[in-house]
């Protein structure tokens, strides 16, 4: 095998692993055994630890010294501080992007809160799920495209991926009715209106406010599931 196909393994090892962290198949602190991995995903050691050692890296994954892996645990205390953080550096990202976006910035943001509104002929929950979640990603990050800075940026994404575990069980809870649909769609235009008005503090102070609405929720959630 060429050194591009073991490279396409290895990635393929770490989207599928990191996918299936993050929907909660394998549970926090579970052990990753290489023989069930191996016969999970089809894949030899090599892609495996590859794909491992890479989430490690992003604190999905734990490595314990000569006794393999588990799935990183999951706390309240992680939970507040992840969003927390999240919240601050979003806003403070749009702050910059309200200050160095231009034209065509305003323009992608509104083509996106635009695509993000239409969702809403799709056949099942799962797919409304999967289709209003990337719609609403990528709305976001044109919003913070506009900050012209690829070092925030990158840190962005790496919150992002440490969120996101706990960002689905907000997501799998939220049932998308068509009034929770039209409220969010609402709360996007009025976020969009004050961006293009460019009141900065304002703008950001909504954003964080946005993005710490699933807290409670997720809180909730751990609690009832024992994840707490």
Same mark, same amino acid.
């Given at each position: 095998?060429?050194?591009?196909?073991?490279?396409?393994?290895?990635?393929?090892?770490?989207? /599928?692993?990191?996918?299936?962290?993050? !929907? @909660? &198949?394998?549970?926090? +602190?579970?052990?990753?055994?290489?023989? +069930?991995?191996? %016969?999970?995903? +089809?894949? *030899?050691? @090599?892609?495996?630890?590859?794909?491992?050692?890479?989430?490690?890296?992003?604190?999905? #994954?734990?490595?314990?010294?000569?006794? *393999?892996?588990?799935?990183?645990?999951?706390?309240?205390?992680?939970?507040? &501080?992840?969003?927390?953080?999240?919240?601050?550096?979003?806003?403070?990202?749009?702050?910059?992007?309200?200050?160095? @976006? $231009? &034209? $065509? /910035?305003?323009?992608?943001?509104?083509?996106?809160?635009?695509?993000?509104?239409?969702?809403?002929?799709?056949?099942?929950?799962?797919?409304?799920?999967?289709? /209003?979640?990337?719609?609403?990603? #990528?709305?976001?990050? %044109?919003?913070?495209?506009?900050?012209?800075?690829?070092?925030?940026?990158?840190?962005?994404?790496?919150?992002?991926?440490?969120?996101?575990?706990? =960002?689905?069980? /907000?997501?799998?809870?939220?049932?998308?009715?068509?009034?929770?649909?039209?409220?969010?769609? !609402?709360?996007?235009?009025?976020?969009?209106?004050?961006?293009?008005?460019? $009141?900065?503090?304002?703008? %950001?102070?909504?954003?964080?406010?946005?993005?710490?609405?699933?807290?409670?929720?997720?809180?909730?959630?751990? !609690? =009832?599931?024992?994840?707490?």
């Amino acid at each position: 095998m060429d050194i591009s196909s073991k490279q396409n393994l290895g990635i393929s090892a770490y989207h /599928w692993l990191k996918r299936d962290i993050i !929907r @909660g &198949d394998f549970m926090p +602190g579970e052990k990753l055994l290489m023989s +069930g991995l191996k %016969a999970r995903y +089809g894949l *030899g050691i @090599g892609p495996l630890r590859e794909a491992l050692s890479q989430l490690v890296a992003e604190r999905l #994954v734990v490595a314990i010294s000569q006794r *393999g892996y588990r799935v990183a645990p999951m706390s309240l205390s992680e939970l507040a &501080d992840l969003y927390d953080a999240r919240a601050q550096l979003e806003g403070l990202i749009l702050e910059l992007a309200i200050q160095r @976006g $231009d &034209d $065509d /910035w305003e323009a992608d943001i509104l083509a996106k809160a635009h695509t993000l509104a239409k969702v809403t002929e799709v056949n099942s929950a799962e797919e409304l799920l999967d289709v /209003w979640d990337t719609r609403h990603k #990528v709305f976001h990050t %044109a919003i913070a495209a506009g900050c012209n800075s690829p070092h925030l940026l990158k840190l962005r994404d790496s919150l992002f991926d440490q969120v996101e575990r706990y =960002r689905h069980l /907000w997501l799998r809870e939220t049932v998308f009715s068509a009034e929770a649909l039209e409220r969010k769609r !609402r709360e996007h235009a009025a976020l969009v209106e004050v961006i293009l008005s460019r $009141d900065a503090p304002r703008a %950001a102070e909504m954003m964080r406010e946005h993005l710490m609405t699933p807290v409670p929720i997720i809180t909730e959630v751990m !609690r =009832r599931r024992g994840l707490a």
